[in-house]
């Protein structure tokens, strides 16, 4: 009889780690590694030294000195006696704002002229064609320079809405002003406030949360999660029985309603801007370098997106909307039910690149004046202390994490909408 047993176990060796299949990959990209990391070490190293000699060691010492500028446009409360680190903070604010404003301000004309390109009217095709060729192949910093110009040239001077021989008005009521300064538009205000929470003292990293704000946002996020929650319920009624039921009205009703009680109950209005003297006070102001660099980035970004909606509607096979035709649904039913929702795992990878293009293409908002990360830290800061080295590094660093924050947010929304198979 035969007894069947296991071979005995080879011993490792280290010879095994070049000639073993099973260990020779891993033992080059270690190999590989240690080397780059040798060389990463040497070239800091040298800098540092370099740099000592040069009696410039590295030191982030700078950022707690006086900044003695001014930011015109800015979230929160700043003067020229503030620190460079909190210049830096108003700068990035100002960036976030810029990028947040112009990715959904793209995303929306976007989508829209993407989709208004495979119109069968001929007229609207071609015009939404010139809009997408006339953009795209014009450098984004020409049109930031021409929408500023053409605001500064073409709308009228505070002055002009003065007195009985005004030659300009206000809009929407007396709220809204155009003027060559920039946009006023009203402000909300709580005439019962709750106040506000201070974080970080009298540091440079200080700030102010409204309560107010935090309870309204509360109110509308919860509103919200409870319309996806009746959502949720009507897909699943409408799975086992095959008849959806009509919750649009709940939906709305849960966001609005509980809104609308809050803002009653903390006195909510706006307060418009009024000519006071040679200028507007109160309302908001935005200054014509936020809105020209808004502007051009969104139309500058939006066409690029609306050829990737195209390309990604155009991926999808006409057998789909033949067979929701025949199911009775109309084009635009088609489009938002059928037709996107398949598109969108084709839209939103390329789609990512361009809001981070975007981002990006927010430092050139120093050729307008406005006062971004790269005119605060990178600009001013950078030429009144003379520390280049370690500018440039946090600026790039910044950048890095803004964009990879972009890139994990719009990835998970990738796998949140990829199709499941069965």
């Known amino acids: 009889m035969t007894l069947l047993t296991d071979p005995p176990k080879e011993q490792f060796r280290l010879s095994m780690l070049l000639y073993d299949t099973r260990y020779r990959s891993a033992t080059f990209q270690v190999i590989a590694l240690l080397c780059f990391m040798l060389l990463a070490a040497w070239l800091i190293s040298n800098t540092a ?207 609005v309603v509980p809104l609308v009680i809050v803002l009653a109950a903390l006195g909510f209005y706006l307060g418009h801007p009024e000519l006071k003297g040679f200028n507007f006070k109160g309302g908001t102001h935005m200054r014509n370098s936020l809105i020209a660099l808004w502007l051009a980035l969104s139309l500058y970004t939006a066409a690029f997106v609306a050829e990737i909606v195209r390309s990604g509607i155009m991926a999808i096979s006409s057998g789909q909307t033949e067979a929701a035709s025949a199911l009775g649904l109309r084009s635009n039913r088609i489009m938002s039910l059928v037709i996107l929702p398949q598109a969108l795992r084709v839209i939103v990878p390329p789609l990512i690149s361009q809001y981070l293009n975007l981002t990006k293409n927010s430092s050139l908002a120093i050729a307008v004046g406005y006062m971004d990360i790269t005119g605060t830290l990178g600009g001013i800061t950078m030429n009144q202390t003379g520390r280049e080295l370690e500018c440039v590094l946090l600026l790039m660093l910044i950048y890095l994490i803004i964009s990879l924050s972009i890139s994990t947010v719009m990835n998970w929304y990738n796998e949140s909408v990829k199709l499941e198979e069965r």
């Open 49 to 255: 030294q370099n740099l000592a000699e040069l009696g410039k060691p590295i030191d982030f010492g700078f950022f707690g000195e006086s900044a003695g500028y001014d930011i015109n446009q800015r979230l929160l409360d700043y003067d020229s006696q503030d620190t460079h680190l909190r210049a830096a903070l108003i700068g990035l604010l100002n960036t976030l704002v810029v990028a947040a404003l112009g990715c959904a301000t793209a995303t929306v004309l976007g989508v829209t002229v993407g989709v208004l390109r495979l119109s069968n009217n001929w007229l609207i095709s071609r015009l939404m064609t010139v809009y997408v060729e006339m953009f795209r192949n014009v450098p984004v910093l020409l049109w930031i320079v021409f929408i500023m110009a053409v605001m500064i040239e073409t709308l009228p001077a505070p002055r002009a809405f003065r007195g009985d021989n005004a030659t300009a008005s206000m809009l929407l009521g007396d709220s809204v002003a155009l003027t060559n300064r920039g946009v006023y538009i009203p402000e909300p205000l709580f005439s019962r406030s709750l106040g506000d929470i201070h974080l970080l003292g009298e540091s440079s990293l200080r700030f102010n949360v409204s309560l107010d704000l935090i309870v309204v946002l509360a109110v509308l996020i919860g509103g919200v999660w409870v319309s996806q929650f009746i959502k949720r319920r009507a897909d699943r009624i409408q799975e086992s029985t095959g008849d959806r039921p009509t919750t649009w009205y709940l939906r709305l009703g849960v966001i």
